[in-house]
C-alpha cells in the first residue's frame, strides 16, 4: 500500500532520512515511533507529497509519486486523509462546516442535502453526531481531535495518516482517540500511519511498530517484539531512560 525505497533527505545541510526503508501492507495501522527531530513528519510529508526526497522512491497504491504530475499527485491526495496534531480546524466554521470543507472543496458535484448527510455519518462515526453546531473554541483538546479526524475521513480515504494523535490529551481522552483509530481500522478498511511519542497508545493501537533512528527503521515489529527488542537504542527508548546510547 505504502512503499518507501531507499529514501534520503537533507534538509539545510543535515541529513535527515538516510536509506530508510518502509513497506506497509494494506489494512494495517503501523506507527512510527523516534525521538523528536528524528524525521517521523519529514517521513509523513513524503508520503503525502509535501516534500520530495532527494533520492529513493514513495510508491503509494502502486504509484511512483516522485515525478508525478500535478494533476495525478492530487487525485492521489484525495485517497488520503490526514490528523494533523492540532486537529487543525478553522476557528470561524463550526464543526460541521469544518468537516464539509473538503467536499465543498473538492466534490463539487454534491448537493447540499447530500454533503449534510455525509458529514452527520462521518460524525457520529467519531460520535460527535450532536456537536455539530459547536465553534472550534467550544470544543475540548478530545473532541478537536475528533471533529479533525471526521474531517479527514469526509473524502473517503484509503489512507489516514496520524500525527501525534494523543498529544495533549489526558490518559483518558487518550484512549477514546485510540479507540477510535481501532474503529477507522474496523469499520473502513483504512491503512493507516501514526507518529507518536506515546508509547501505551503505539502498543495499543499498532499492528506494527517501527522505530527511527538516524535516517532509518532500526527495528520493526508488532507491539509485543518492540516490547521485548534487545537493541539497546530501542530498549532505552521505550523505556525513557537517559543513561544509555541514545545520542540522536
Ligand atoms: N522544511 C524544513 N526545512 C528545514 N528543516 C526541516 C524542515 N522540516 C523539518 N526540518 C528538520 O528536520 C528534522 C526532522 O524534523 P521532523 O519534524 O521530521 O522531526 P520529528 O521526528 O517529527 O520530531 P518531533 O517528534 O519533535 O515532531 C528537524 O531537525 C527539523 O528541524
Same mark, same amino acid.
Given at each position: 500500500? =505504502?512503499? #518507501?525505497?531507499?529514501?534520503?533527505?537533507? #534538509?539545510?545541510?543535515?541529513? =535527515?532520512?538516510?536509506?530508510?526503508?518502509?513497506?506497509?501492507?494494506?489494512?494495517?495501522?503501523?506507527?512510527?515511533?523516534?525521538?523528536?527531530?528524528? $524525521?517521523?513528519? /519529514?517521513?509523513?510529508?513524503?508520503?503525502?507529497?509535501?516534500?520530495?526526497?532527494?533520492?529513493? +522512491?514513495?510508491?503509494?497504491?502502486?504509484?511512483?509519486?516522485?515525478?508525478?504530475?500535478?494533476?495525478?499527485?492530487?487525485? %492521489?491526495?484525495?485517497?488520503?486523509? /490526514?490528523?494533523?496534531?492540532?486537529?487543525?480546524?478553522?476557528?470561524?466554521?463550526?464543526?460541521? +462546516?469544518?468537516?464539509?470543507?473538503?467536499?465543498?472543496?473538492?466534490?463539487?458535484?454534491?448537493?447540499?442535502?447530500? /454533503? !449534510?448527510?455525509?458529514?452527520?455519518?462521518?460524525?457520529?462515526?467519531? +460520535?460527535?453526531?450532536?456537536?455539530?453546531?459547536?465553534?472550534?473554541?467550544? %470544543?475540548?483538546? $478530545?473532541?478537536?481531535?475528533?471533529? $479533525?479526524?471526521?474531517?479527514?475521513? @469526509?473524502?473517503?480515504?484509503?489512507?489516514?495518516?496520524?500525527?501525534?494523535?494523543?498529544?495533549?490529551?489526558?490518559?483518558?481522552?487518550?484512549?477514546?482517540?485510540?479507540?477510535?483509530?481501532?474503529?477507522?481500522?474496523?469499520?473502513?478498511? @483504512?491503512?493507516? =500511519?501514526?507518529?507518536?511519542?506515546?508509547?501505551?497508545?503505539?502498543?495499543?493501537?499498532?499492528?506494527?511498530?517501527?522505530?527511527?533512528?538516524?535516517?532509518?527503521?532500526?527495528?520493526?515489529?508488532?507491539?509485543?517484539?518492540?516490547?521485548?527488542?534487545?537493541?539497546?537504542?530501542?530498549?532505552?527508548?521505550?523505556? $525513557?531512560?537517559?543513561?544509555?546510547?541514545?545520542? !540522536?
Amino acid at each position: 500500500m =505504502i512503499e #518507501l525505497k531507499d529514501v534520503y533527505k537533507t #534538509l539545510d545541510g543535515r541529513k =535527515i532520512l538516510q536509506g530508510l526503508n518502509l513497506h506497509i501492507r494494506e489494512g494495517e495501522t503501523y506507527v512510527i515511533i523516534g525521538r523528536s527531530g528524528t $524525521g517521523k513528519s /519529514v517521513t509523513l510529508k513524503n508520503i503525502i507529497g509535501l516534500m520530495k526526497p532527494d533520492s529513493g +522512491e514513495v510508491n503509494i497504491m502502486g504509484q511512483c509519486i516522485n515525478n508525478m504530475g500535478k494533476e495525478e499527485s492530487y487525485a %492521489l491526495r484525495q485517497k488520503m486523509g /490526514v490528523l494533523f496534531q492540532s486537529g487543525a480546524l478553522i476557528n470561524w466554521l463550526n464543526v460541521e +462546516e469544518n468537516v464539509a470543507l473538503p467536499l465543498v472543496e473538492h466534490q463539487r458535484h454534491l448537493s447540499k442535502s447530500e /454533503v !449534510q448527510s455525509i458529514v452527520q455519518h462521518k460524525l457520529e462515526l467519531v +460520535e460527535l453526531e450532536h456537536a455539530g453546531k459547536r465553534m472550534p473554541s467550544e %470544543l475540548s483538546g $478530545g473532541m478537536k481531535k475528533r471533529a $479533525g479526524l471526521a474531517r479527514a475521513i @469526509v473524502g473517503n480515504p484509503k489512507i489516514i495518516l496520524y500525527d501525534e494523535p494523543t498529544s495533549g490529551l489526558d490518559p483518558v481522552m487518550s484512549n477514546q482517540i485510540n479507540d477510535l483509530i481501532i474503529s477507522m481500522q474496523e469499520k473502513l478498511g @483504512v491503512t493507516s =500511519i501514526c507518529v507518536t511519542h506515546d508509547m501505551s497508545s503505539a502498543y495499543r493501537i499498532a499492528n506494527r511498530i517501527g522505530m527511527i533512528y538516524e535516517g532509518q527503521i532500526i527495528e520493526e515489529g508488532t507491539a509485543d517484539q518492540i516490547k521485548n527488542s534487545q537493541n539497546p537504542i530501542v530498549k532505552q527508548f521505550i523505556s $525513557g531512560s537517559t543513561v544509555g546510547p541514545l545520542t !540522536q
